[in-house]
């Protein structure tokens, strides 16, 4: 589906997303928790969106969730993104449900994609070395 070596790797040592890309390496998905109120968050911020405390911790969740919505990208625009169609998706996550991420929709037909279908992540190394692992969303094969 892609050319995972030609993939565009973002900087894997910014503070901010570094223990995302040490769980992902991991097959683990990891998203910030407010130290103070305990609010789930996504992407990383500094500061928590309902309290405000800088207070955070990286917390393992269940790389499970529903499509909330989906696009399907048809013209290349970058090196590693030339195998059109593809399929972008935006995930609530089951556990916790104020959480969404974004990633590629594999192994559904753009025209089988559905609102509110069962997803499952899946972890796919990638980069000019493989030193990133991306998470991939897939209908669940249990
Ligand atoms: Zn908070």
Avoid at 15 to 31: G, M, Y
Avoid at 101 to 123: C, K, Y
Wanted: net charge negative; glycine share 8%; charged share 20%.
């Amino acid at each position: 589906m892609f050319d995972f070596d030609q993939i565009p790797v973002p900087d894997l040592t910014d503070p901010n997303f570094a223990p995302f890309w040490e769980a992902t390496r991991e097959r683990k998905l990891k998203i910030q928790k407010c130290g103070d109120c305990g609010t789930h968050r996504w992407p990383p911020r500094v500061t928590c969106q309902s309290c405000r405390s800088t207070g955070l911790e990286w917390v393992e969740v269940v790389p499970r969730g529903t499509l909330y919505t989906h696009t399907t990208v048809g013209r290349a625009t970058a090196k590693g993104f030339s195998n059109t169609p593809y399929t972008v998706g935006f995930v609530t996550l089951d556990e916790p449900s104020n959480v969404r991420v974004i990633g590629n929709v594999v192994d559904v037909e753009p025209s089988q994609l559905a609102i509110g279908m069962a997803l499952e992540g899946r972890f796919v190394p990638a980069g000019p070395s493989g030193e990133m692992t991306l998470i991939h969303w897939a209908p669940p094969t249990t």
